[in-house]
């Protein structure tokens, strides 16, 4: 069964930083490319940061966060990270960890990475709320 697990969510005041963490487990996890997206109340979930398998020499990042978030992998530990600066009240949603499942060239990802649908697993979700 694959499962990813979110982590490191939290409260923090604006202008600062929090770093989540995913584990997936029931894949190779350098055959699979990663993302993260976010879900506010009342409003669509949608496209953070996404990271391509093996090398990870490829992300992709939505304008809202770019210059501040930074996706990386470690694939010793089967983890994605998220490192989140400067972050604003705007930022405040659950943040979702999701994968592929390795099927994806890097090709296919570069015109595929930001939608939702194209994910076919999921973590839980874990609270970031930043305070103004």
């Known amino acids: 069964q694959v499962q990813p697990v979110e982590s490191g969510g939290g409260l923090v005041q604006a202008g600062g930083s929090l770093r989540l963490s995913c584990t997936v487990s029931g894949l190779a996890f350098r055959n699979i490319a990663m993302a993260w997206f976010r879900q506010a109340p009342g409003k669509e979930r949608e496209f953070v940061a996404a990271i391509n398998a093996w090398s990870g020499r490829n992300t992709y990042y939505a304008d809202s966060v770019k210059g501040r978030f930074t996706i990386s992998r470690d694939n010793a530990k089967n983890a994605v990270y998220l490192q989140m600066n400067s972050l604003k009240p705007e930022d405040t949603a659950v943040y979702y960890c999701?994968?592929?499942?390795?099927?994806?060239?890097?090709?296919?990802?570069?015109?595929?990475?930001?939608?939702?649908?194209?994910?076919?697993?999921w973590g839980q979700g874990t609270q970031v709320t930043v305070s103004s």
């Open positions: 999701a994968t592929e499942g390795g099927q994806w060239s890097d090709l296919y990802m570069s015109a595929r990475y930001y939608l939702p649908n194209e994910y076919q697993y």
